[in-house]
């Protein structure tokens, strides 16, 4: 894809580690009611579009309820406590060699510990980027991540990576 670095590709047992030794005393993003729409190449709203026909109706026991404004590109869970949305710009974090992932049911996800709120994961070796944000309720937890795998594998064809399916 247009990722340059290759994250870790750690089982989830160890993620949920990881996510607890750099995301932890952050606070929540419960609140948030609006989201920023991307504003990705028609091919990769394309992508997004069908990856919103796949998206789950509830994740990590979450019902869905989707941020202002509605777009097919944005999509939240339980008022903000997970909030996805595709076609995201490559994070500039991809470039850095100390940047940490994981592997969660066969998807690849970039971590981003975030000041002052949960941890940003985003997708990495797909034909568009989809970023999912938690609450920091989910900073010991990447459980939420499962949810994502199937809907992004059958949805974001891979790119640039052997191993991904």
Known sequence: MKSSH???????????????????GCSSTDAGASVPVPSPPAAEAALCQALAKELPDTV??????????????????????????CGVPRPEKMSDPQSQGLS?????????PREGDGPRFTSV??????????????????????????????????ALDPECD
Do not use: N, Q
Request: aromatic share 8%.
């Open 6 to 24: 290759r994250p870790f590709g750690l089982p989830v047992a160890a993620a949920s580690l990881l996510v607890l030794l750099t995301a932890a």
């Open 60 to 85: 990590a026991g979450l019902d869905r309820k989707d941020p202002e404004p509605d777009s097919d590109l944005t999509a939240g869970w339980g008022d903000g406590a997970i909030v996805l949305r």
């Open 104 to 112: 969660v049911g066969g998807v690849r996800w970039m971590l981003e």
């Open 125 to 158: 070796y797909r034909e568009t980027y989809v970023e999912v944000s938690l609450a920091e309720r989910y900073a010991h937890d990447a459980g939420p991540l499962a949810d994502f795998a199937a809907p992004v594998k059958k949805a974001v064809p891979c």
